[in-house]
């Protein structure tokens, strides 16, 4: 079992760069695989990105691709979003979840861990 905490969320201007952060608790955390969905104004909540247990793969969405980075430090318990060249629609409240799954996943339900949320803002 793990609590998640999202940070690092804020207002951010066109072709700028955000990292967001994901504190993790919970000495299994090294074993589970995590993502990074968010949910836009009037939008069904949605894939970002995932990353394997140890860190080996990763997976992101068409829309993110080249452009954000997740990638995770088990010995601090934190996942990371690295987001640059940032879009106006990519405003969005980001979520990280963990999955007691090893790979990386793109389907939600499969996802047992779900942190708060931070808003992401970027101005055009």
């Known amino acids: 079992q793990v609590q998640l905490v999202e940070s690092g969320g804020g207002l951010v201007q066109t072709g700028g760069s955000l990292r967001l952060s994901c504190a993790a608790s919970g000495r299994t955390f090294s074993s589970y695989a995590m993502g990074w969905f968010r949910q836009a104004p009037e939008k069904e909540r949605e894939f970002v990105a995932a990353i394997s247990w140890n860190g080996d793969s990763t997976n992101y969405a068409d829309s993110v691709k080249g452009r954000f980075t997740i990638s995770r430090d088990n010995a601090k318990n934190t996942v990371y979003l690295q987001m640059n060249s940032l879009k106006p629609e990519d405003t969005a409240v980001y979520y990280c979840?963990?999955?007691?799954?090893?790979?990386?996943?793109?389907?939600?339900?499969?996802?047992?861990?779900w942190g708060q949320g931070t808003q992401v803002t970027v101005s055009s």
């Open positions: 979840a963990a999955t007691t799954l090893h790979t990386t996943v793109v389907v939600q339900r499969l996802y047992s861990y």
